[in-house]
């Protein structure tokens, strides 16, 4: 079975200041994939990245960075000088390889993140 | 990305009706998906919606509560039956844009249900 956490239920920052959401997984699969998501208040979903389990560079898009660890089964979220803009719920997500797992993804509770002025 | 519209974006319903939910995307699709987000939880997969042949379905979701159509490669409906209360919940229509390693998967902005 497939498993995400995300600890952190909530999360209140100031405005600029730095922000990480971790994010542990559990998968028996060799081959995974991972995903993070956010969810503004509008409720669409969406996409910011994805990872493959076999590919364990970190990433940076502008303000936001990744740090995959496999050796700790986490894939942690940072959001560097955070807006209010960034104020939404993230949810970090797992697929495992193979055709039947296409599309399924394994999402964690959230994280509620709230970016004060 | 993928345009996906879904309609309603809310609905109110009573006990006992049914609510069909509409997924369009702007262009063809091999697999689309079915999520459900209840008040302050996470995401599950209730089906998968195959083009041709009945939908795919997860475990603790059945057809006769969740029928889904696919009617062709850029549609598809979830009707959700016999509603109750504990029916409340956001529902998404997802699909994946490329396969394999680069597969990307997509929501619409989901159906606010409230039940009665």
């Known amino acids: 079975a497939q498993k995400v956490t995300q600890a952190q239920t909530e999360i209140s920052v100031v405005e600029k200041e730095d922000v990480t959401l971790d994010c542990v997984y559990e998968?028996?699969?060799?081959?995974?994939?991972l995903f993070w998501y956010k969810q503004p208040p509008s409720g669409e979903l969406v996409f910011l990245i994805r990872?493959?389990?076999?590919?364990?560079q970190n990433e940076i898009s502008g303000r936001y960075s990744w740090n995959f660890q496999k050796s700790t089964s986490s894939f942690n979220f940072t959001i560097t000088a955070s807006q209010v803009v960034d104020s939404a719920v993230y949810f970090c997500?797992?697929?495992?390889?193979?055709?039947?797992?296409?599309?399924?993804?394994?999402f964690g509770q959230g994280t509620i993140l709230t970016v004060h002025p | 990305s993928a345009v996906i519209s879904q309609k309603p974006s809310r609905d109110i319903c009573q006990r006992g009706t049914s609510l069909t939910i509409q997924c369009q995307v702007d262009?063809?699709?091999?697999?689309m998906f079915w999520y459900r987000q209840q008040p302050g939880q996470s995401l599950t997969l209730i089906a998968t919606?195959?083009?041709?042949?009945?939908?795919?379905?997860e475990s603790g979701f059945v057809i006769d509560k969740f029928p889904i159509s696919r009617p062709n490669l850029t549609f598809s409906t979830l009707t959700v039956s016999n509603l109750s209360p504990e029916d409340s919940s956001i529902y998404l229509c997802?699909?994946?844009?490329?396969?394999?390693?680069?597969?990307?998967?997509?929501f619409g902005s989901g159906t606010q249900l409230s039940v009665l």
């Open positions: 997802s699909v994946a844009r490329t396969g394999g390693a680069n597969e990307k998967l997509f």
């Open positions: 998968t028996r699969d060799t081959t995974y994939y």
């Open positions: 990872r493959n389990s076999f590919d364990e």
């Open positions: 997500a797992l697929r495992g390889a193979g055709g039947t797992s296409y599309g399924k993804l394994t």
């Open positions: 262009s063809q699709v091999t697999m």
């Open positions: 919606a195959n083009q041709g042949s009945e939908a795919t379905y």
